[in-house]
Nanobody, 128 residues
C-alpha cells in the first residue's frame, strides 16, 4: 500500500502562488492515477486535479486555468502549482492515489471513492 505525504501548505495573500508536493512511498506513483482534493471546514471533500497513469489530466471547474498538476515519476512525486489564489481556495489539500491500473476519465478520477490511498493533508490559508 502506498503512503502519501503532502507538504508545501501555508498562509498566503490573495493573488499569490503556492506549490504543494506529495511524496509517494511503498509503491510506484507512475503505475497509478494520482490526484489532489481539498476540504474546507463544514464542506465535503472537493476534486481539484488528477493525472491518470498515462498522464491524461483533469481539473475541477473552480481551479481550471489557475492550478496545474504535474508529476515526476523518477522521484515518486506529484505537485500542485496554485496561482492567483482566492479566499475560497482556503482548505486542507489532500493527495490521493488509486490502485495501479489504467483508469481514466473525468467522472472516475474526480470521484473521492475512486482512490484507495490518502495523505494526511496540508493546510492552505488564503487571506485578503
Amino acid at each position: 500500500q502506498v503512503q502519501l505525504v503532502e507538504s508545501g501548505g501555508g498562509l498566503v495573500q490573495a493573488g499569490e502562488s503556492l506549490r504543494l508536493s506529495c511524496e509517494a512511498s511503498g509503491g510506484t506513483s507512475s503505475t497509478r492515477a494520482m490526484a489532489w482534493f481539498r476540504q474546507a471546514p463544514g464542506k465535503e471533500r472537493e476534486f481539484v486535479a488528477a493525472k491518470s497513469r498515462v498522464d491524461w489530466t483533469y481539473y475541477g471547474d473552480v481551479v481550471k486555468g489557475r492550478f496545474t498538476i504535474s508529476r515526476d515519476n523518477t522521484k515518486n512525486m506529484i505537485y500542485l502549482q496554485m496561482n492567483s489564489l482566492k479566499l475560497e481556495d482556503t482548505a486542507t489539500y489532500y493527495c490521493a492515489a488509486r490502485q495501479p491500473d489504467f483508469s481514466s476519465g473525468y467522472s472516475l478520477l474526480s470521484n473521492v471513492t475512486s482512490y484507495q490511498n490518502w495523505g494526511q493533508g496540508t493546510q492552505v490559508t488564503v487571506s485578503s
